[in-house]
């Protein structure tokens, strides 16, 4: 995922995450500079998601804003 584009869009991106996988709380999506792999692993013990799948559903995201 691009840092700089991800950092632009965060706050767009974290409604819709929070839309998409309702458990999800501000305090779990928040997103430090260096923190991706900790926001993923909250995301995932969240979701039961997969890391790629999580990835690349924020890059499916970043793509539509």
Do not use: P, V
């Not at 430090?32 to 890059?59: C, H």
């Amino acid at each position: 995922m691009d840092d700089l584009r991800f950092k632009g869009k965060w706050n767009e991106l974290k409604g819709r995450a929070k839309q998409e996988w309702a458990d999800l709380t501000d305090d779990d999506l928040l997103y430090e500079e260096g923190k991706e792999d900790e926001l993923y692993g909250k995301i995932q013990q969240k979701t039961g998601k997969a890391k790629d799948e999580i990835r690349n559903w924020f890059n499916q995201q970043l793509d539509k804003l």
